[in-house]
Nanobody, 120 residues
Framework: QVQLVESGGGSVQAGGSLKLSCAASGYAFSSCGMAWYRQAPGKERELVALISSAGDTSDYADSVKGRFTISRDNAKNTQYLQMDSLKVEDTAVYLC?????????????WGRGTQVTVSL
């Protein structure tokens, strides 16, 4: 059974930092690309960052470039999202996703999410 479990969310003041983790199990972790999405109330789900299976390539939404860093540790079956210089508009539920399908870039597996709240 595939499981993706996010952790590390919380409440922080604007300008602060948080590091999210996503622990994966039940599939060949190192064979799949992964991503972080977020969804704010009343808004569509947004792709935040993605990373290749080997961790050697990544990409980011323009809104987080230069502030967020995606990474993964294939030995620990875990991916991360380091979030710095947080803004109020970063407030959302952050979801971990794994194993993209192409060409639609839809992900096969999803976590339940972790809440990130940024206040002034």
């Amino acid at each position: 059974q595939v499981q993706l479990v996010e952790s590390g969310g919380g409440s922080v003041q604007a300008g602060g930092s948080l590091k999210l983790s996503c622990a994966a199990s039940g599939y060949a972790f190192s064979s799949c690309g992964m991503a972080w999405y977020r969804q704010a109330p009343g808004k569509e789900r947004e792709l935040v960052a993605l990373i290749s299976s080997a961790g050697d390539t990544s990409d980011y939404a323009d809104s987080v470039k230069g502030r967020f860093t995606i990474s993964r540790d294939n030995a620990k079956n875990t991916q991360y999202l380091q979030m710095d210089s947080l803004k109020v508009e970063d407030t959302a539920v952050y979801l971990c996703a794994a194993c993209p399908t192409f060409p639609s870039l839809t992900y096969e597996y999803w976590g339940r999410g972790t809440q990130v709240t940024v206040s002034l």
